[in-house]
């Protein structure tokens, strides 16, 4: 359902990815979602901030649903624990699609 949203966002394009779907935007990715394997025991996705603005990683601070192993840039993990966080899932992949945007490539 996530990824038939993204994909009517300007830019996106999903590839297959070592059984993940990765989003990109333009040449640049900026998450995956889980396709036929997943990343834990909970159902989750995974955002790329290069590096995360600073007012947005203090609100992925405070937000539980929200993992990383190097704060601040890089992947982070974002786990759907409910329906009632899908909004909030397309809030923070809205944010990685827009960081995308004017990320240099690398």
């Known amino acids: 359902m996530l990824e038939s949203e993204l994909l009517t966002w ?35 996705f995974l955002l790329k901030f290069d590096p995360m603005p600073l007012a947005l990683l203090k609100r992925a601070q405070s937000d539980l649903r929200v993992h990383s192993n190097s704060p601040g840039k890089g992947w ?13 899932a397309l809030d923070w992949l809205s944010h990685s699609h827009e960081a995308a945007k004017s990320r240099k490539f690398r």
Do not use: E, Q, W
Request: glycine fraction near 10%; include cysteine; proline fraction near 8%.
């Open 76 to 88: 982070f993990s974002f786990t759907l624990a409910s329906d009632t966080d899908l909004h909030d």
């Open 10 to 44: 300007p830019g996106v394009i999903a590839k297959r990815m070592f059984g993940f779907r990765a989003l990109y935007r333009g040449k640049r990715i900026f998450a995956a979602l889980p396709n036929s394997r997943g990343f834990g025991p909970d159902p989750c």
